[in-house]
């Protein structure tokens, strides 16, 4: 063990008082290492709910042999998703297919647009997806995801009409241990089991990552807190998966509240830059940076990571860093941008895409004329670039020569991917782009830029605290002059 800090130490009291805790853990300030040690004051049983596997495995060798360490989806396996082990690891099947065993055999008209019967079945199956991830106990048209192109309120509700009752006959299929036509997956048989009014046998349960849990986990953690004490940790600044469902529940939490606010990763001049970040993204956490650790804040010739804030920035970066003759690593994978790719050759042949990005777009030349003239549009403009200068072959051929991160000489990220990890140098990529000009001028006759949104300063957060040595804030840098940035 180590010797804790006085936020350590104050946590470790409370936690041994019996106090349910929602623990504030900025960047690099050692959530984990506090858990473990919350873990090794007591001889009491406890159970670590981690965000997926690895961080369980991983946790697994720092915690007393008292506490099981696992992800929720774990849990509900053991308890009641072992029923369904038929289903599981069904081959995949083309949205449209699904569809079509559901009912789902012609294009249906809604406000104005002609939904092919994939892009309906796409729908219905992010409806079931969302239902999944939330507290509710029925399918409702709030669980309907937004298509681009129908976002009005009414026009929402017209497309709901069509997709609730597939959603709910898609919902009944699932419950079949045995068989049926959806593919079935660890979030079907989570819901089941929350919907059973789980209770889970233990004296502590410590939630990791707190702040991007799905309401379906929060639910059933709330629910055992009668006979077990809660302890969850992570950093409200660090949600950044609200676009897929997941809720900061710390900030609602009945229970103690404390901070970690001493990072182990950087030095003080990236905290300063950090709390930056965390003032516009109006979080109470402040960070103080290790006096150990000489960060810079500098220009970087060769970062170890690019992080980027599009799916398309980082194509950008993978088809320039391969065309140098680097070798070229991106956390994830390639399918993401495999997909967007063979969604634009797609609509280059005059065939429709079940692209959710794509999906209402009935040619490349739409896309074209909405990324260059519609100001909602402009984030698809360096994919439009990328694919009418390279052509998608050559998109789909730097995809094929990526490596693995450990035989990479640079690795390329969104940032929302490489939350939780850290390098030693990074480069911010130039796709996080400044607020639009307002229609207002300052003193000195100069455009005043528009408000910073809190989700883009939490996500601006999270990409410049991953450096340890240097941070080249590269695409951030108009923080500078924005007002926002200068009076943080």
């Keep these: 063990m180590f010797t804790p800090t006085d936020e350590q130490a104050q946590a470790a009291d409370c936690f041994n008082a019996g106090q349910h805790m929602a623990l504030q853990a900025g960047a690099g300030t050692g959530k984990t290492s506090t858990l473990?040690?919350?873990?090794?004051?007591?001889?009491?049983?406890?159970?670590?709910?981690?965000?997926?596997?690895?961080?369980?495995?991983?946790?697994?060798?720092r915690f007393p042999s008292t506490v099981t360490c696992k992800t929720a989806h774990?849990?509900?396996?053991?308890?009641?998703g072992h029923r369904y082990s038929r289903r599981l690891g069904a081959p995949r099947r083309p949205a449209w297919r699904t569809g079509q065993d559901l009912g789902i055999t012609r294009p249906v008209h809604v406000a104005g647009h002609s939904l092919t019967p994939t892009t309906l079945s796409n729908a219905v199956l992010g409806t079931v997806t969302r239902f999944c991830h939330s507290a509710d106990?029925?399918?409702?048209?709030?669980?309907?995801?937004?298509?681009?192109?129908?976002?009005?309120?009414?026009?929402?509700?017209?497309?709901?009409?069509?997709?609730?009752?597939?959603?709910?006959?898609a919902w009944a299929d699932l419950q079949n241990p045995n068989d049926g036509a959806v593919r079935f997956n660890p979030d079907h048989f989570l819901k089941i089991w929350s919907l059973t009014n789980p209770k889970i046998h233990t004296d502590f349960l410590l939630l990791d990552e707190a702040q991007d849990t799905n309401p379906v986990v929060e639910q059933i953690l709330n629910s055992q807190r009668e006979h077990a004490q809660l302890v969850m940790v992570g950093d409200s600044a660090q949600a950044i998966y609200h676009w897929r469902g997941a809720k900061d529940v710390m900030a609602t939490f009945d229970g103690t509240h404390l901070a970690l606010s001493r990072s182990f990763r950087f030095g003080p001049v990236l905290a300063a830059e950090a709390n930056r970040w965390l003032t516009i993204a109006e979080s109470p956490l402040r960070l103080s940076g290790s006096s150990t650790k000489a960060t810079r804040l500098c220009p970087v010739a060769s970062p170890d990571a690019i992080l980027c804030r599009t799916n398309v920035g980082t194509m950008q970066h993978v088809m320039a860093l391969l065309a140098g003759g680097s070798r070229v690593a991106?956390?994830?994978?390639?399918?993401?941008?495999?997909?967007?790719?063979?969604?634009?050759?797609?609509?280059?042949?005059?065939?429709?895409?079940?692209?959710?990005?794509?999906?209402?777009?009935?040619?490349?030349?739409?896309?074209?004329?909405?990324?260059?003239?519609d100001p909602s549009g402009r984030d698809l403009q360096p994919l439009v670039d990328l694919v009418d200068t390279h052509g998608v072959p050559a998109i789909l051929a730097a995809v094929n020569r990526l490596s693995s991160e450990s035989d990479a000489e640079i690795t390329v990220s969104t940032a929302h991917k490489a939350k939780g990890r850290e390098w030693a140098d990074v480069r911010i990529a130039d796709d996080f782009t400044a607020p639009q000009d307002t229609d207002e001028q300052d003193a000195a006759g100069r455009p005043v830029p528009g408000p910073i949104k809190p989700d883009e300063a939490r996500l601006a957060y999270v990409a410049v605290t991953r450096a340890s040595r240097q941070l080249d804030l590269g695409g951030l840098s108009w923080i500078e002059d924005h007002p926002a940035g200068r009076s943080a």
Excluded at 142 to 152: A, S
């Design 74 to 80: 774990a849990l509900a396996y053991a308890a009641l």
């Design 330 to 373: 991106l956390v994830g994978g390639g399918d993401s941008l495999r997909s967007l790719a063979l969604a634009a050759q797609q609509l280059q042949e005059g065939r429709p895409t079940s692209h959710p990005e794509l999906v209402l777009f009935p040619t490349w030349g739409a896309v074209q004329d909405y990324a260059a003239y």
């Design 36 to 61: 473990a040690l919350l873990a090794h004051s007591t001889k009491r049983r406890g159970r670590y709910l981690a965000y997926n596997r690895s961080i369980a495995q991983e946790a697994a060798a």
């Design 137 to 169: 106990t029925a399918l409702t048209p709030r669980h309907v995801p937004l298509l681009r192109g129908i976002e009005d309120p009414e026009q929402h509700q017209e497309l709901a009409s069509v997709v609730v009752p597939y959603a709910a006959k």
